[in-house]
């Protein structure tokens, strides 16, 4: 029998709350995290919400010389590591036996751009040293492990908005394989940046609402795309044998992941969902469980047009008449999409949901695209007891990504 | 004015205070710079001073006071 996967730690930084419990309190009461551009001069471009983490200092998290040295998205993920793994009190596992495995969708983008800008107007003897190091998408993860002394195996999965689910997912792998005892995985993403938002507004993906509550709102009638956002979560999942040993507390259970490729289309999500459908299909089956023993799911959602109607028409697909039993909400709602990190602050809200019995608002969404049939949890947190739970990711380039977790191990492992 | 530049570039990228800078503090055993700060710091020093300095001038330098000396000598070239 496969060795079971559980959920010992947790740490976010997200536009709404620096750690998972300002996060989560935020979360229930529905707050918007979005507001004007400060990062760059938001004159450029011509979106004027965000969902940028506030009073964030670097310097006060890695020193002077080193938060110089680290990309914001990088700041981001040791920030959140250093929570879930303080969470999990993972110094009694051996570092050799600790992997970590972040997914990012840009990685270190805003060095990158001001590094290029600079080499345009100034030459290239003004590029900064550091414009590599800093950049490269597996920075996040490299920088944790150097942070917390980690020495096994330290992967970046990067499957644009599908990338957070991913890397928890190919962490799974990593402990099946029997390679390592516990992987901190998540996501982390800072790519707030003008060339960012321009290639998203051309693309015509971002809400170009100026007021909050109707920008990004998921399955709503009025929605009108998502709201740029950043932050990063990271997760500790370890074997249960581990777990056990340690005597480590057990948040939730891994009970499924499931994957699969549309290949069908640069940006636009399969029109019958067929990728997702199966990627549902495929997590369903990991954690042999069936439609009806889903309760709850934390939709992609991103509040696009296209995609909150090809989501919904997956649901229906996979769930049928069971469809009526689960609520549904999305997390983008109040931090806007945190793209590359986006899966794993859902996952963190999916083990939130699993130990509270509390489902949060999708805030903003007070009318509900009808055509869509969906339970979509409106504008307070509803109590729930939950068993399984669902998050699932779409991302460009057509990857699906789902997670099944399940509560009650804490009562079965003692 | 070297040593003015030279200090600054040290206090902003390896993140040191006002006091530590002093031209007698050894560079690598004291302040404890790498390759990646000194890479930074000579490029800055190159830029201002409008210099090319010589590409093994990490290794030929122990204190600050030697790095001041190695611009010095590029400038009156």
Known sequence: ?414 | MVFDKTKELFIEIMGLDDDEVKLEAQIFDELDADSLDMSQILLGLENHFEIDLPDDTSANVDSIADLVRVVEQSRAA
């Open chain 1, 1 to 414: 029998m496969r060795e079971k996967i559980v959920i010992t730690g947790l740490g976010c930084i997200t536009p709404i709350g620096h750690n998972i419990e300002s996060f989560w309190e935020a979360c229930l009461k529905g707050e918007k995290g979005f507001g004007p551009i400060t990062h760059f001069d938001g004159t450029k471009v011509k979106t004027s919400l965000v969902a940028e983490v506030k009073d964030f200092d670097p310097t006060k998290l890695l020193g002077r010389k080193l938060s110089r040295r680290l990309d914001r998205f990088s700041q981001f993920a040791v920030h959140a590591a250093r929570e879930a793994h303080d969470h999990a009190d993972l110094t009694d596992v051996e570092s050799t036996r600790i992997g970590i495995c972040i997914g990012t969708g840009v990685g270190g983008v805003s060095s990158f751009e001001e590094e290029a800008s600079k080499m345009e107007t100034q030459g290239s003897s003004y590029v900064n040293p550091l414009c590599m190091p800093k950049w490269i998408p597996n920075m996040a993860a490299g920088n944790i492990a150097m942070d917390l002394k980690i020495h096994g195996p330290v992967h970046t999965v990067s499957t644009a908005c599908a990338s957070g689910i991913d890397a928890i997912g190919h962490a799974i792998l990593l402990l099946e394989s029997g390679r390592v005892d516990a992987v901190l995985a998540g996501g982390a993403e800072a790519c707030i940046t003008p060339t960012m938002i321009a290639g998203f507004e051309n693309m015509g993906a971002l809400s170009a609402q100026s007021d909050k509550n109707l920008a990004s709102i998921p399955f709503d009638e009025r929605r009108n795309g998502f709201v740029l956002g950043e932050g990063a979560a990271v997760l500790v999942i370890e074997t249960l044998s581990s777990a056990q040993r340690r005597g480590a507390n057990i948040l939730a259970e891994i009970a499924g992941y499931g994957s699969s490729s549309d290949a069908y289309h640069l940006t636009a999500p399969h029109p019958e969902a067929e990728g997702d459908i199966r990627a549902i299909n495929m997590a369903m089956k990991d954690a042999d469980i069936e439609p009806k023993d889903v309760d709850y799911i934390n939709a992609h959602g991103t509040a696009t047009p296209q995609n909150d109607k090809t989501e919904s028409k997956c649901f229906k697909a996979v769930f049928g008449q069971e469809l009526n039993q689960v609520h549904i909400n999305s997390t983008k709602s109040m931090v806007g999409h945190m793209q590359g990190a986006a899966g794993a602050l859902e996952t963190v809200v999916c083990v939130q949901t699993l130990l509270e019995g509390k489902i949060h608002p999708t805030s903003g969404s007070t009318q509900i695209d009808p055509d869509f049939g969906l339970t979509i949890v409106g504008q307070d947190f509803i109590e729930k007891k939950c068993k399984y739970v669902l998050n699932n990711a779409l991302g460009f380039g057509g990857h699906n990504a789902v997670l099944i977790l399940k509560s009650g191990l804490v009562a079965d492992s003692h």
